[in-house]
């Protein structure tokens, strides 16, 4: 019988070792995934603020804009998201130390226990264990008879509730089903009356667009028809004025003798003879004079220098015209390099600007991922104070388990005992403490197992004792 506890005793231990073992490699997962992400946040933060840096000086030409108040509020925001990504990292190095502080507890935990199984228990106490062992077994009957009643009343009660869970469960899928139904004929007839909408407004776009067409074509046709009158009385009036034309011409046509028309002519002629006798005659008196002036008597050579002359200032006038010429090319190709030099002035604003857009929506993007990330790190803050809070609440569930004596802890503490990160140690070495002494009582001879076998046993109720124990 005493190998058999010794076997329990030792499946205990070790069932508790694997928990413990368990919860250590947990708390170490967690804490190796807090540094892991801590450095992510760590280098992301050095990121931006190096981006941070480089941006400033594109932020302060967009100050003097219509922009200016809201990258200034910007700023205050990003400036507020830097401040609580830090009151984050300090709190979670906080977090992080205690979580090392409570592992080097637990292994100085595991320490204590591997020495207190290596002790053995004394030949002095191996009577009084086994009177104690038998008084524990009387107990634990008593305990073990009175919770198999409530748990028969629980389980009586579960039955009751979840026939009541089924009924309520088929009541639900009964309505589920004619919410489905209900639901389906309402989409139909949605569908219906949708369907009947665009037939009706395809019909009323089509007898409009029939319209329009129609009065089109008449406008078309009265425009034709204007066309067509004024193209006839136009022809109509081009026939008269060319028979009125034929009658003139027919009539001038015909020859008239009128000897006053005559004598006019004749002295017109004369006229004529004689200003032409006088314009060679002066041109006469010219070529004498250019003679005189130029020296020359011969007329075969002084047209000759003319013609020279004529030709050089044919040159020189063509010379000026090609000048001319390659000062407008020149004029428009000033004018073709002022308009590109305008076009690439106006083409590198608006690159700015889009970078500078570019770089403002960035910014607001990294802000955007900021806040989100802050909300990411206050969310897992959360649940790593929800996972300390449940560590502790299983601390303290332990430690009324094994009904512990919180006496040390009041002498200690002076006050109430309320578990803590800072008095967490206490509770632990505490529960180390009755852990040991439960393991070292369990020790039962023979008497015990005769005790355990006898089939007439009743067992014996002491109010007092589970009120003792409870307590």
């Known amino acids: 019988m005493s190998d058999q506890l010794d076997q329990l005793a030792t499946a205990e231990l070790q069932r508790l070792q694997r928990q413990h073992r368990s919860l250590q490699l947990d708390l170490r997962g967690l804490l190796e995934e807090k540094a892991k992400r801590l450095k992510?946040?760590?280098h992301m933060i050095n990121v931006l603020?190096?981006?941070?840096?480089?941006?400033?000086?594109?932020?302060?030409?967009l100050e003097g804009g219509t922009h200016a108040r809201k990258n200034t509020n910007k700023e205050k925001h990003l400036g507020t998201l830097q401040k609580q990504q830090t009151d984050l990292q300090r709190v979670l190095q906080g977090e992080r130390t205690n979580l090392w502080e409570l592992e080097g507890h637990i292994r100085k935990m595991e320490k204590e226990i591997d020495a207190l199984r290596r002790n053995e228990v004394p030949d002095n106490?191996?009577?009084?264990?086994?009177?104690?062992?038998?008084?524990?077994?009387?107990k634990l009957e008593n305990r073990l008879d009175v919770v198999n009643k409530k748990c028969s009343d629980v389980l009586t009660e579960n039955s009751k509730m979840r026939d009541a869970i089924n009924h309520m469960l088929q009541d639900r899928a009964n309505f589920n089903d004619m919410w489905q139904s209900?639901?389906?004929?309402?989409?139909?007839?949605?569908?219906?009356?949708?369907?009947?909408?665009d037939q009706s407004t395809?019909?009323?776009?089509?007898?409009?667009?029939?319209?329009?067409?129609?009065?089109?074509l008449k406008d078309r046709n009265e425009n034709d028809k204007v066309m067509?009158?004024?193209?006839?009385?136009?022809?109509?009036?081009?026939?008269?004025?060319d028979a009125k034309l034929q009658k003139f011409f027919d009539i001038k046509g015909q020859k008239r003798m009128n000897p006053e028309l005559e004598q006019r002519e004749l002295d017109k002629k004369q006229n004529q003879k004689e200003n032409y006798e006088r314009q060679i005659f002066e041109y006469k008196e010219i070529i004498e004079r250019i003679k005189q002036l130029y020296g020359e008597d011969d007329t075969e050579r002084l047209v000759a220098q003319f013609k020279r002359q004529e030709d050089e200032n044919f040159a020189l006038f063509n010379y000026v015209n090609e000048l001319s010429h390659e000062v407008e090319v020149l004029n428009d190709t000033t004018q073709e390099l002022t308009d590109e030099i305008e076009r690439q002035k106006s083409e590198q604003t608006e690159k700015e600007l889009k970078l500078k857009t570019e770089a403002l929506d960035y910014l607001n993007d990294e802000m955007a991922r900021i806040e989100q990330l802050a909300k990411e790190t206050s969310e897992r803050k959360k649940n790593?104070?929800?996972r300390l809070q449940q560590l502790l609440k299983g601390i303290e569930d332990i430690f009324k388990v094994l009904a512990c004596d919180d006496a040390p802890i009041l002498n200690v503490l002076s006050s109430k005992t309320f578990l803590t990160v800072h008095n967490v140690k206490l509770f632990i070495g505490v529960i180390e403490r009755r852990v040991n002494l439960i393991i070292s009582t369990i020790n039962i001879e023979d008497n015990s197992n005769r005790i355990l076998a006898r089939k007439d046993r009743v067992p014996k109720f002491n109010i007092r004792e589970s009120a003792k124990i409870k307590h």
């Open 40 to 42: 992510k946040q760590n």
């Open 182 to 197: 209900m639901v389906t004929q309402f989409n139909d007839g949605k569908k219906l009356i949708m369907d009947l909408i």
């Open 49 to 61: 603020q190096l981006e941070h840096e480089k941006l400033k000086d594109e932020i302060r030409t």
């Open 228 to 241: 067509h009158i004024q193209e006839m009385r136009e022809m109509q009036r081009r026939l008269e004025h």
């Open 202 to 216: 395809l019909a009323f776009d089509q007898r409009q667009e029939l319209c329009t067409k129609l009065s089109v």
């Open 384 to 386: 790593l104070s929800d």
């Open 125 to 138: 106490c191996y009577k009084d264990t086994i009177c104690k062992v038998q008084k524990s077994v009387v």
